[in-house]
């Protein structure tokens, strides 16, 4: 008889003080399901809008789902301003803790800069990590004008939006029409810190890059690919979505395959004396 699990309703209070609200489409969403957890990341900018359905198609195949809201995001730029990386790590890392204590394994999913924090969990937390999903995962960028960054930060606060970078119309991930340069100059300082990670992780990983991708360039695969410590890697080519394929025409490929992946990497559970 399996043994009864708490329900995991209970969260800590978030650390960052945030004076907006949050935007309904970006609230996070949680779901019990069986034993196996699965813990799913947006990106920068983002909101967990971005992986909802992707989330709710986990749910609705039994597991028990995370997809929470990373800290400045969801709500105004201004938010996102005054947090940093450890702010968006540590959210997700308390998710992890939540899971690990209530599932049998653990599986994590992260979309772009929410594939480096993931990264970054499965190095430090090694065989608690079942696998690892990563969709057009970012800890690296050859644009040169991200050298320009503290200068820049000189004359102004913000740039442009760089998300909704979806081929398929009329989808919108519910980001932010100002990137906040403190908050990217942060993104620059987690994708060092995972790169000098990689070799410490070994789970197995399933990289699902979009061909054309405005975003993300080529490098952060490549670096990943070579990095990791991981023997059993697979690297999915997405043809018809830009960067935030969990919205786009692909959709429904990245949903499958990671549950074939999960499928592959499950654990049997062990029968527990009556």
């Given at each position: 008889m399996r043994p009864s699990r708490q329900r995991r309703l209970s969260r800590a209070t978030p650390a960052v003080v945030e004076p907006y609200p949050v935007r309904p489409e970006a609230a996070p969403f949680h779901a019990d399901g069986d034993r196996v957890g699965v813990l799913l990341c947006h990106g920068f900018t983002g909101s967990p809008a971005s992986m909802r359905p992707f989330a709710e198609h986990l749910a609705r195949a039994g597991r028990t789902v995370a997809l929470p809201r990373?800290?400045?995001?969801?709500?105004?730029?201004?938010?996102?301003?005054?947090?940093?990386?450890?702010?968006?790590?540590?959210?997700?890392?308390?998710?992890?803790?939540?899971?690990?204590?209530?599932?049998?394994?653990?599986?994590?999913?992260?979309?772009?800069?929410?594939?480096?924090?993931?990264?970054?969990?499965?190095?430090?937390?090694?065989a608690d990590v079942s696998g690892l999903v990563l969709v057009n995962p970012a800890v690296n960028s050859t644009d040169r004008r991200l050298a320009a960054l503290p200068l820049l930060r000189r004359v102004t606060s913000t740039v442009g939006a760089i998300g909704n970078d979806i081929s398929k119309p009329g989808v919108d991930e519910c980001g932010y029409p100002r990137t906040p340069l403190r908050a990217l100059g942060s993104v620059l300082e987690?994708?060092?810190?995972?790169?000098?990670?990689?070799?410490?992780?070994?789970?197995?990983?399933?990289?699902?890059?979009?061909?054309?991708?405005?975003?993300?360039?080529?490098?952060?695969?490549?670096?990943?690919?070579?990095?990791?410590?991981?023997?059993?890697?697979?690297?999915?080519?997405?043809?018809?979505?830009?960067?935030?394929?969990?919205?786009?025409?692909?959709?429904?490929?990245?949903?499958?395959?990671?549950?074939?992946?999960i499928a592959a990497h499950r654990r049997p559970e062990r029968q527990e004396a009556v």
């Open positions: 990373l800290p400045g995001h969801g709500t105004h730029w201004r938010d996102l301003a005054e947090t940093t990386w450890t702010d968006w790590y540590a959210a997700v890392e308390q998710e992890f803790n939540v899971l690990r204590r209530s599932c049998g394994q653990v599986f994590l999913v992260g979309l772009s800069m929410g594939g480096a924090l993931a990264l970054r969990v499965a190095a430090r937390y090694g987690l994708w060092a810190d995972v790169r000098g990670q990689l070799g410490r992780v070994h789970q197995p990983l399933l990289l699902l890059r979009s061909r054309t991708d405005r975003v993300v360039d080529p490098s952060s695969a490549r670096i990943i690919l070579a990095g990791v410590a991981s023997s059993d890697v697979e690297e999915v080519v997405l043809e018809h979505s830009y960067h935030v394929a969990t919205l786009d025409h692909d959709a429904p490929l990245v949903f499958a395959r990671t549950e074939e992946f």
